[in-house]
């Protein structure tokens, strides 16, 4: 038996055997390396792996890098991620790490990042194609980020993930519905909510049809973010969701993002109602809300509303007055829609709604300026009149 085999016990009493091997000077720190392995349940498989080790050794397979040589997928993820979370808000990582951990980790995760083929690669690429509309470019994206990061790191020489085809998807046949209502629509919606009865959830919702915010912004509004005398509504940050499904605060999602908002005097109106209404309410619960950081939509226990709540309110409103299913998120295509019919310029829609660029405003909303382009068209043939 090799006399670097050490035979020892364990904590529940039976015997194994271990052993400790030199493996050279460590080129950076020029201290010693040595490795230990244990866990053998017998003198042959213990002097099966040193030998295993010392012709390893003896070809410097174990130089620089000893245990970067059968290095997984996941264990780059891992590295790499690490600098990710400097690079964008918690927000943006903790939805990365999801889709890493729901669909591209149990993909590729388990194996060695130097042999997985862009045969793999394709086929993992294909099965989300069939499962997602528009993600699996997004998952792929950051599959051939961690690539990259691995070449950077000597683990591999190529990106598999760069000789990929990318699937596209076509258009669905049949007409889809668009995410957002009319002036009817919405005269019709706020007719199922009693403004007496429900002043939160009317305040709430004429709120997001009236300014366009984003649900986030809505839920993270204090009061101190509402100027009553002049009716102006600052829009400074934004409620998210961070690691581990806490909400949490944030800055707005662009620098355009933060922005003052002119309000209607109906809107300002309900607001006020809410504002003394809140008091009544939350003094019987035990709450002193007269502090300007008073949160404008708050749970009984006065703290954030999920997220998901405007959506339970909308579901059952939609179900009861029939209209066309749209998303909270449709109150923001619902309010561009009216600036458009109201006549307002496509600059003034994006600063409104705290967009970067004109042109996110002509991607989102095609159906209004394809509205808005038929009237120019009645207004030429006027114009030429022949």
């Known amino acids: 038996m090799d006399n670097r085999i050490k035979k020892y016990t364990k904590k529940d009493g039976t015997t194994a055997y271990m052993f400790n091997m030199y493996l050279g000077i460590n080129e950076q720190t ?14 042959k498989s213990a002097t099966e792996e040193l030998k295993k080790l010392d012709y390893q050794a003896s070809k410097g397979m174990l130089d620089n890098k000893p245990d970067k040589a059968n290095i997984t997928f996941k264990e780059v993820y891992e590295e790499w991620y690490q600098g ?26 388990k194996y060695r990042v ?23 470019k997004r998952w792929f994206n950051y599959v051939q980020a961690v690539f990259d990061y691995a070449i950077k790191q000597g683990y591999i020489k190529d990106n598999p993930a760069k000789m990929v085809v990318m699937p596209k998807k076509h258009e669905q046949s049949g007409k889809q519905l668009p995410n957002f209502w009319d002036k009817g629509q919405l005269k019709t919606f706020f007719s199922f909510i009693d403004p007496q009865s429900e002043l939160e959830k009317y305040t709430l919702f004429r709120l997001l049809a009236f300014t366009g915010i984003r649900r986030g912004e809505c839920l993270a509004l204090t009061w101190s973010d509402l100027n009553l005398n002049d009716n102006i509504l600052d829009i400074n940050k934004t409620l998210t969701q961070g690691l581990k499904g806490k909400q949490i605060v944030q800055a707005t999602k662009t620098k355009k993002g933060t922005r003052k908002l002119s309000l209607d005097s109906t809107t300002v109106s309900y607001l006020k109602r809410w504002k003394l209404e809140q008091r009544r309410i939350y003094l019987m619960l035990g709450f002193n809300v007269n502090s300007d950081d008073q949160l404008i939509f708050a749970t009984t ?28 998120h449709g109150f923001r295509h619902s309010h561009a829609s009216a600036l458009f019919s109201a006549g307002a310029s496509i600059k003034e829609v994006q600063e409104r709604l705290g967009h970067e660029d004109a042109q996110t405003i002509l991607n989102i909303y095609t159906h209004v300026t394809e509205k808005q382009d038929k009237e120019a068209v009645n207004k030429l043939v006027n114009f030429l009149d022949f």
């Open 301 to 328: 226990k006065n703290t954030f509303k999920s997220l998901n709540t405007p959506s339970k309110w909308l579901k059952p409103i939609i179900n009861k007055s029939q209209l066309p299913p749209i998303t909270i």
């Open 30 to 43: 020029g201290k010693s390396k040595r490795t230990t392995r244990r866990g053998f349940n017998t003198v």
């Open 84 to 109: 990710y979370i400097n690079t964008v808000r918690e927000s943006t990582y903790n939805r990365t790490q999801g889709m890493f951990n729901n669909h591209i980790l149990p993909a590729l995760g």
């Open 114 to 136: 130097r042999t997985i083929s862009i045969a793999q690669c394709q086929t993992s690429l294909n099965k989300w194609y069939k499962k997602t509309t528009r993600n699996y």
